[in-house]
């Protein structure tokens, strides 16, 4: 098991940053990638960013260019700053860790995956 731990969320207006951050704990070995993934009612949930040892990282076609994700291995720490914010970009973020199993696309075959509580990102003036 993986227990993820979001922070940082808020209300900012278009064109500001936010930085997220998301501590692990628990079974860290077991998982080989990190990321964000984020969801707004009525739509499905989508992939944000993503990172892995393996594989680099991985945007969403929306965010790239403005979102960068990152780790700190040593504190078991994920973090997603966000610059150049829309009201687009409002929704739920979710710190997610997963033992994915292939590499492509939106790295969505995962042979187990944890979540976060989720942190209430909202982009509005």
């Known amino acids: 098991q993986v227990q993820l731990v979001e922070s940082g969320g808020g209300l900012v207006q278009p064109g500001g940053s936010l930085r997220l951050s998301c501590t692990a704990s628990g079974n860290i070995p077991s998982i080989n990638t990190l990321g964000w993934y984020r969801q707004t009612p009525g739509k499905e949930r989508e992939l944000v960013a993503a990172?892995?040892?393996?594989?680099?990282?991985n945007y969403a076609d929306s965010v790239k260019g403005r979102f960068t994700v990152s780790k700190d291995n040593a504190k078991n720490m994920v973090y997603l700053e966000m610059n150049s914010l829309k009201p687009e970009d409002t929704a739920v973020y979710f710190c997610?860790?997963?033992?994915?199993?292939?590499?492509?696309?939106?790295?969505?075959?995962?042979?187990?995956?944890?979540y976060g509580r989720g942190t209430q990102v909202t982009v509005s003036s």
């Open positions: 997610y860790a997963a033992r994915v199993l292939d590499y492509t696309g939106t790295w969505s075959d995962m042979e187990y995956d944890y």
């Open positions: 990172i892995a040892v393996r594989a680099g990282t």
